[in-house]
């Protein structure tokens, strides 16, 4: 249900907007090389998984830059459903994507632009996954709580850093004769997809279809953009994990075991190599992507780490009703139930079909 605050826009500065529809990949990644907080959700390369997979329409709006500084910049895509309605999102399926611009004059003709453009293509709502501080008079529609690691503090401080159940966990995993497996092939995708399988149904939550980590291993794996880590016990695979890379930042995107082995601590394995491998190869930061303010379990997993936490605040404007709203974070229901008893094939069905509509 949502609830709605009334909208004030900041007077537009003067200067162009540039708008632009569809996906140059090369123009839109040099748009970004002068932006220090782009991060690899900004990229063209995520962008086209999105496109590939689900059809999502790209678009950017551009304002000036000043002395030749970072250009202001606001990345969204359409997505059209026939069943859920047509909007635009920043962006879908994405933990955080927030406008480019350096404050609330920079972002304000950019929002104009949009909200234009979303008139005149019937759009429901206009959703911006981050940069809430931005939108002038907006408080956050959904709130979540975002995890970063500075991993510049060597792996001495990094292990120390951690709680003292995750060294325990650390070490069980290491003497109990698991071993890992890096590496940025489409084989390695297809095992960690069937251990997703497994934990998504345990979550109840429908799976995402293939095709999905087919272009993200397309689209960022296979061209050097990130891998996965799978950790076995003999020849089965156990737990997995899928980073994804840009510049010198690392994202945990995708995470999964088989709760059968959880006492051989897979998943902590996994996550420590992780963090010792992107220290030793020069990335500076690992995001631990969002988490539900609701979702202590997780939260509790990604603080014991050793991250610094923070607030991410998406903001949602209601073109029909011209105001901000809030919605409900729709990650725990009674729709949790259905999906954790379906087959995994049945879920992996679902997914494919529902997916698409609520980008």
Known sequence: MESVQPMSLANTPSGAVDFQRGLNGLDWDRALEKQPESGIFHQSVWIQVLKDTYGFEPLRICGSSFEGGPIPSFAL????????????????????CPPLCADKAAFSPLFSEALAHGRSRGWKYIESRGGCALADNASP?????????DLTIGEKKLFESTDASVRRAVRKAESSGLTLSTSQTIEDVRIFYGL???????????????????????HLLDQGKGHTTLAYAGSVPVAGAMFLHHQRQALYKF??????????????????????????????NLDFGRTSLTNEGLRAFKLSWGTRERRIDYFRYNLGLS???????????WHNQIFARLPVSLSRLAGALLYKHVG
């Open 323 to 333: 105001r901000f709203v809030t919605v409900a974070d729709g990650a725990a229901g």
């Open 141 to 149: 529609s959904t709130s979540f709580f975002g995890h970063s690691l």
């Open 255 to 284: 995470g999964a075991s088989d709760e059968t082995f959880q006492r051989l601590r897979g998943n902590n394995l996994v996550m420590w190599n992780a963090i010792r491998w992107h220290s030793a190869n020069g990335y500076t």
């Open 196 to 218: 997703l399988c497994k934990t998504r149904k345990r979550h109840g939550l429908p799976v995402q279809p293939f095709r999905f980590f087919a272009n993200i291993h397309r």
């Open 77 to 96: 895509m359409e997505v059209n459903s026939p069943i859920t309605g047509r909007r635009g999102v920043a962006l879908p399926f994405t933990d955080e």
